[in-house]
């Protein structure tokens, strides 16, 4: 829509503290000590939690190093405080669009970390030309580490095969529908074949006994499979609910976990919170509507 991008293309005029004012909603803040807080908060009101250090593609080998070390040191420090030791990370914020041994070394290294802490380790997925090479990494490091997962793109049409794969392994897999634009012959362009694969797919993972994390801001895909999980006497240890940090489906979140499913909240935080922010509006611009119309909403 025009007007989407128009607000995309009007951001950069925006005084930064005005934006971060808004984002507020959406990104728990700058330094690690926020994070937490907002994981305790969470932790509190009876929801699990994710954390993800903001900031994605990197143009150096020292930069995914720094990254792989900012990683490190949150999971030693979250170590200490009682709250999920769950961590997100973006491979290419590793150096996987550099080199994929790289990335490799450099999550290897995170993941060693976080497992002698007692950390799982959700791998992101970002867009289709890192979707082999990141699958690549997880069942790589997944022969050596148990406590890792990685994410599908309901999208993608090959996203049906590669979840029969992780199902057929008993892997441990987070669904979404995806955000980033991808082209005709790859992705589903229309609203329903997405939520019609979405659910293909997190009932392939249902059905199959392997864990699936359903995330989603859907309310009719999250109806429709908490019903097919009633129906079909779905162990709650093999799922959970997943919704980013802010979204407004607050209330709906909170029956979910009321009535016994294991809600999980994405917690991003870090300096790259603006350039995090106007990226992904870049990326899909019909979002912008979507952000804007719930800053103003937030701020009343």
């Not at 987070?174 to 797919?201: M, P, S, T």
């Not at 300096?271 to 106007?278: G, I, N, P, R």
């Amino acid at each position: 829509m025009f007007v989407n991008r128009l607000i995309v293309g009007l951001m950069p005029l925006m005084p930064r503290g005005i934006v971060k004012l808004f984002s507020k909603r959406y990104i728990a803040g700058d330094r690690i000590e926020d994070a937490i807080a907002t994981c305790a908060h969470l932790k509190n009101t009876g929801f699990e939690t994710t954390l993800d250090i903001l900031g994605e593609a990197i143009s150096t080998s020292t930069e995914a190093a720094a990254s792989r070390d900012a990683y490190i040191n949150l999971i030693q420090t979250v170590s200490h405080h009682p709250v999920s030791k769950n961590i997100s990370l973006k491979p290419t914020a590793l150096g996987l669009g550099l080199d994929p041994q790289l990335a490799l070394d450099n999550i290897r290294a995170i993941i060693q970390v976080a497992d002698e802490h007692g950390f799982f380790v959700r791998i992101d997925m970002e867009d289709s030309p890192y979707t082999t090479k990141t699958l690549n990494i997880y069942n790589t490091l997944r022969q050596e580490f148990p406590r890792i997962g990685v994410v599908i793109q309901a999208y993608l049409h090959r996203s049906d095969a590669d979840v029969k794969a992780i199902a057929a392994t008993n892997g441990n897999l987070r669904i979404c529908k995806g955000i980033y634009k991808e082209a005709h012959d790859i992705a589903f362009q229309d609203k329903d074949g997405v939520r019609e694969n979405y659910l293909h797919l997190v009932k392939t993972m249902l059905k199959s006994g392997a864990y699936v994390g359903i995330a989603t801001h859907d309310i009719y895909l999250i109806d429709t499979l908490e019903a097919f999980i009633h129906d079909q006497a779905i162990p709650p240890e093999k799922y959970e609910f997943q919704a980013l940090l802010g979204v407004p489906i607050e209330a709906r979140l909170a029956r979910l976990r009321e009535a016994g499913h294991t809600v999980r909240i994405y917690v991003p935080f870090g300096e790259q919170w603006y350039a995090y922010s106007s990226r992904r509006l870049r990326e899909n611009p019909d979002v912008a509507g979507y952000v804007i119309k719930n800053w103003f909403k937030f701020g009343q």
